[in-house]
């Protein structure tokens, strides 16, 4: 089922098990804001577009910070 699962979704499934999640994260919202940005970049990259370095640079800057907060 987790193949089916959007960006904008995994915030959702974060809340409603916050228990699993609280001594990892930041709080909700922090993800929900990570899975915001990447999940726009991916609507771009889906749908035939390009993104730019500022963009690309955005994404991994993100992802640093998760990996910081929550590990690999």
Request: proline share 0%; net charge negative.
């Amino acid at each position: 089922m987790i193949n089916y699962v959007e960006f904008g979704d995994l915030a959702s499934i974060m809340s409603q098990n916050i228990e699993l999640f609280e001594d990892h994260i930041v709080s909700i919202e922090w993800a929900r804001q990570i899975f915001n940005t990447l999940e726009r970049s991916r609507n771009v990259i889906m749908h035939s577009g390009e993104l730019g370095k500022r963009d690309i640079e955005r994404i991994g800057i993100h992802i640093r910070d998760w990996i910081n907060q929550v590990g690999a």
